[in-house]
């Protein structure tokens, strides 16, 4: 089966670097995803890879290994406003977007 | 960026009644719009992928007469939950794909709808 798997939490203090992992095990591959989501509010696109390696973006940064399907996404000089849940998702053979269920990012003065 | 839209941002019905969800991509067409739903504390699970001019296509699971979906035009899919029950309270949230050039570009997110049933 399809399988998406992050961390369900994470604690990290303002100021500070925190790496979120995502692992996957899909039917085909076409590309990984990373969205920020707030409480109560849609998830925000934050990132795509498709390509072996590292995209960054800001203070925000996406890596891709796709033979050990594994993705992080690296955030730096966080923010009290980074506290939300990060989704990474993978779209499959069919270009359809598998998601994990997310990674509560908890930032801390 | 692409904008898409979601009317209402939230309602409340009483059980038994039915709501109608509008999805709008604003700035592109969007021959492939997803509905999907989200409870407390839970990811994103995918109902319906809409195309215009066609039927949906439901996930397994997902009561294809409960939630009418009708993708009528490129710019416009709406989501009718039918005889709502409180069970069916949750965070409704479209998405619209951009395919431009035949191009693949991500999904855009509409802002939401929470549907509250009594």
């Known amino acids: 089966g399809q399988n998406i798997d992050q961390p369900t939490e994470m604690t990290a203090t303002e100021g500070a670097i925190v790496q979120i992992n995502c692992t996957y095990q899909t039917s085909g591959f076409n590309g990984l995803f990373w969205y920020q989501q707030h409480a109560g509010e849609a998830p925000t696109f934050l990132s795509y890879?498709?390509l072996d390696g590292l995209e960054e973006k800001g203070r925000f940064s996406s890596f891709l290994s796709r033979s050990k399907g594994y993705s992080y996404l690296l955030l730096k000089e966080l923010q009290m406003k980074d506290s939300a849940s990060y989704l990474c998702a993978v779209m499959d053979s069919n270009y359809q977007l598998i998601w994990g269920a997310g990674t509560k990012l908890i930032i801390k003065p | 960026g692409a904008v898409v839209s979601q009317h209402p941002s939230w309602v409340i019905c009483k059980s038994g009644t039915s709501v109608k969800i509008e999805c709008r991509s604003l700035?592109?067409?969007?021959?492939?719009m997803f509905w999907y739903r989200q409870f407390p504390k839970q990811s994103l699970m995918l109902m319906a992928t809409?195309?215009?001019?066609?039927?949906?296509?439901?996930e397994q699971g997902v009561e294809k007469d409960k939630f009418l979906i009708n993708h009528a035009s490129l710019t416009l899919s709406t989501l009718t939950v039918t005889s709502a029950h409180p069970e069916d309270s949750s965070f409704y949230i479209c998405s619209a794909r951009d395919l431009e050039g035949g191009q693949l570009d991500t999904q855009y997110f509409g802002p939401g709808t929470r549907l509250t049933v009594l």
């Open positions: 700035d592109f067409q969007a021959t492939t």
């Open positions: 890879n498709v």
């Open positions: 809409s195309n215009e001019g066609s039927k949906a296509t439901y």
